[in-house]
């Protein structure tokens, strides 16, 4: 018996193709898909003069699959709620809804785990489970469209930052960005629709050359190839050299600049000998820098940096001239951390991993 077909991995043309191949018409395949990305249902029945045997086709041969809940908790500030959501196979990864300033975001996860392995991260800690198919990471993005409708607030913002790296599960990724981007659904606008990497220098030039619209993040944590190596394992594979030549041809082949991702770790990389180093590394270039005190782990020894360090470390980017804010930490009493609900999860239910 052939797969069924995952809807929310289709792109509308996609879509359009598979109902066309049965016989139906276009605006059959264009009310299906504004049903389930503009006004996110999959109740079809409920369409309007949808054709019965359409029904019975999308009934017979796809999968919805809205991820269902695992665990949900707000943080005691109100501003975050983070969602354990559940895969077919059982794993699960985490979605988080944040608001900032009138500002609704979903963070959403790219695989399961991460072979990244940086020190200092929950999903690191985890190691590399699976890549998310393009409807599982679209489903994220989704789940939070809805868990927003009763308050009417809509979703504006998408930051690729949950579990995993993107730009290890590229093709999958920006498919999901193309879906979510479909101006006849929930119609995010590309700018506001961030990727981030920890510096998958294959993966940077790609964007380049393939003009993505999304905006791109890339996380640093050290302004040395040695301090970065420290932290980044995957550093000994694309060094801090490379990464900033791919940085730089990003952004003379697209014309925009990039966030600078440092997590501030107290007496690690939030010194002011460290600002200095970023400053000389970036003061050249087209970035914003933003600086985030760490979310401490379990696997981590490791302390975020306190509020006098990260504004004196600002106050040295300024001497070069880079841009750059300090991010809160949101939801620490949920463990908002990249992974640090699927990791204290697996700690509750399974064995841990060796
Ligand atoms: S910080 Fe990102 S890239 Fe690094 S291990 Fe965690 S999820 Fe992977």
Redesign the pocket.
């Known amino acids: 018996m052939p797969a069924r077909a995952p809807l929310l991995g289709l792109s509308r043309t996609t879509l359009m193709a598979l109902v066309s191949s049965w016989g139906f018409k276009p605006v059959h395949a264009q009310r299906v898909w504004r049903h389930l990305h503009a006004h996110v249902r999959d109740d079809f029945e409920s369409i309007d003069s949808l054709p019965a045997g359409l029904l019975g086709r999308l009934a017979g041969e796809t999968t919805t699959a809205w991820l269902p809940v695992a665990h949900e908790s707000a943080s005691r500030d109100g501003f975050t709620r983070k969602y354990l959501l559940q895969l077919d196979d059982g794993r699960q990864v985490e979605t988080v809804l944040m608001r900032y300033a009138g500002r609704v975001t979903a963070c959403v996860s790219t695989?399961a785990g991460?072979?990244?392995?940086?020190v200092?991260?929950?999903?690191?800690q985890m190691g590399f489970e699976r890549h998310l198919t393009t409807a599982e990471i679209v489903a994220q993005a989704l789940h939070v469209a809805r868990a927003l409708a009763p308050t009417g607030e809509r979703l504006r913002n998408v930051v690729l930052?949950?579990?995993?790296?993107p730009l290890h599960n590229y093709d999958a990724t920006i498919a999901a960005t193309h879906i979510l981007c479909d101006t006849a659904g929930l119609a995010l606008s590309p700018s506001r629709m961030t990727v981030?990497?920890?510096g998958v220098v294959p993966g940077i030039v790609r964007l380049a050359d393939e003009r993505q619209p999304v905006s791109l993040a890339v996380?640093l944590h050290g302004a040395t190839q040695a301090a970065r190596a420290a932290m980044?394992p995957?550093a000994k594979t694309w060094s801090l050299d490379a990464v900033m030549d791919a940085c730089r041809y990003y952004c003379d082949t697209m014309d925009r600049h990039i966030f600078y991702e440092w997590t501030l770790i107290a007496g690690v990389n939030d010194g002011p000998e460290d600002a200095h180093a970023l400053g000389r590394l970036l003061e050249t270039q087209r970035a914003h820098v933003n600086l985030i005190p760490l979310n401490p782990t379990e696997g981590y020894a490791g302390s975020p940096a306190s509020q006098h360090a990260a504004r004196a470390f600002q106050a040295v980017l300024v001497e070069y001239g880079l841009p750059s804010t300090i991010r809160q930490r949101r939801g620490i009493d949920i463990a908002a951390g990249?992974?640090q609900l699927a990791a204290s999860q697996t700690e509750r239910h399974d064995q841990p991993k060796g």
């Open positions: 695989q991460c072979a990244m392995g940086c200092f991260c929950a999903t690191g930052m949950g579990m995993g790296e981030s990497t920890v996380s980044v995957v990249c992974g």
